[in-house]
């Protein structure tokens, strides 16, 4: 099976003085590929910390498409405080709703 890297790189950032508002900036994003998506990657940064979070996906088949197995994330601020965080999915479930509506006809004037 054949896989490919997917890579999103922001070209060019925003001065302060043109986006004041602009609290973060997506830096780079990105995906392994093969069939589907197996894995992504999201790095943002602003002037305080940056954040970048990676996600694992696993083909279920109960529900019948790719769910996350694993979020990583991590955090660190420019005076070098780090912050991780690991989560880890499983026992996925399938729910169903049903819905039973009728709607009156609309009567225009």
């Known amino acids: 099976m054949a896989s490919l890297g997917i890579a999103l790189v922001l070209a060019a950032r ?5 986006e004041p508002k602009l609290a973060t900036v997506l830096e780079r994003a990105g995906a392994y590929v093969t069939e589907r998506v197996l894995m992504s990657e999201l790095i ?3 002037r305080t910390v940056t954040a970048i979070i990676d996600v694992s996906y696993q083909s279920e088949p109960l529900v019948g498409f790719l769910v996350p197995i694993e979020m990583r994330e991590r955090y660190e601020s420019r005076n070098g405080e780090r912050i991780k965080g690991d989560a ?3 026992q996925f479930r399938q729910f169903q ?3 039973d509506e009728t709607f009156a006809p609309v009567i225009r004037k």
Request: hydrophobic share 45%; charged share 30%.
């Open 14 to 18: 925003p001065a302060a003085a043109e």
């Open 44 to 46: 943002a940064r602003d």
């Open 88 to 90: 880890r999915y499983g």
């Open 97 to 99: 709703v049903n819905v």
